[in-house]
C-alpha cells in the first residue's frame, strides 16, 4: 500500500511495466512485477494516467547483438554519447513488449512509444537519448495543465530516473515513488540515479 494522495492537476507516469522488464523478461528487473499491485492503487486517484512502452525494432542499435563480439551491459560511444548495450528486449510486436497483463489498463489515457527509431535509444518518457528527440509528451502534459508529474515503473535508475530528470527539467514539479519502482542496479547505478534525482530536486518517496 503507498500513501499518496493526487492532486487534479497531477499526472501518473507508468513508466516500462513490460513483460520483458519482468520475471522470465529477456531484460528482467529483479522484482519487477512487485510494482503491478501498486500501480493499480494509485491509478485510480489519478484523472490523467500516461504509460510508457519500450518498442524496439529487431537489430536495434542499443543492442548487444547488433555489434561484433559485443556483451550485453558493456558501453560503446555512439554519436550522441555512451550507450549501455542491452539484451534484445521489448521488439516491436512482441509478447516481451506488451504490458503486464495485470497491469490495469483501463484508466491509462495514453501510451508512448519511445526506442522506436533504430539508431538512438530512449530511457526518457520525454526525450530520447539524443536529448533533442521529443516524443511529444510535455506538450501534451502542458495542455493538460498538468503541475506535477509522480513517477513509477521499470526501471528506478534507467527510465524512472531519466524520465523524472526530463519532467523535472520540463518545468513540472516531480516526485519518484520509489516503492512502486524497482531497479536493475548496475554498477551501482540505483544510488547514483537516487542521488542524481535528489541533487536536481526531484522528490523521492
Known amino acids: 500500500m503507498i500513501d499518496f494522495k493526487a492532486r487534479p492537476s497531477d499526472a501518473l507516469l507508468i513508466i516500462d511495466v513490460q513483460n520483458d522488464f519482468c520475471t522470465d523478461g529477456a531484460l528482467a528487473v529483479p522484482d519487477g512485477e512487485a510494482v503491478v499491485p ?14 510508457t512502452q519500450d518498442w524496439h525494432p529487431a537489430g ?17 560511444t555512439m554519436p550522441y554519447g ?10 516491436q510486436n512482441t ?14 489515457q495514453g501510451i508512448i512509444r519511445k526506442g522506436f527509431r533504430s539508431d538512438v535509444d530512449s530511457y526518457s518518457a ?6 533533442k528527440t521529443t516524443t511529444g509528451l510535455s506538450g501534451l502534459l502542458h495542455e493538460r495543465k498538468i503541475k506535477r508529474v ?14 523524472a530528470e526530463d519532467a523535472h527539467q520540463e518545468g513540472f514539479e516531480t516526485i519518484v515513488l520509489k516503492d512502486a519502482c524497482r531497479a536493475i542496479d548496475l554498477d551501482g547505478s540505483a544510488d547514483a540515479a537516487t542521488q542524481a534525482l535528489s541533487e536536481l530536486g526531484v522528490t523521492i518517496r
Open 60 to 76: 536495434h542499435s542499443s543492442f548487444a547483438s547488433s555489434h561484433t563480439d559485443a556483451a550485453p551491459f558493456t558501453m560503446i
Open 82 to 91: 555512451e550507450q549501455t548495450l542491452w539484451p534484445d528486449h521489448c521488439i
Open 126 to 131: 520525454f526525450y530520447e537519448n539524443d536529448k
Open 95 to 108: 509478447h516481451g513488449a506488451e504490458f503486464h497483463e495485470q497491469l490495469d489498463m483501463q484508466h491509462i
Open 150 to 163: 509522480v513517477c513509477v515503473g521499470l526501471a528506478y535508475d534507467y527510465c524512472v530516473r531519466f524520465s
Open 38 to 51: 501498486l500501480i493499480n492503487q494509485l491509478v485510480t486517484q489519478f484523472t490523467t494516467v500516461i504509460a
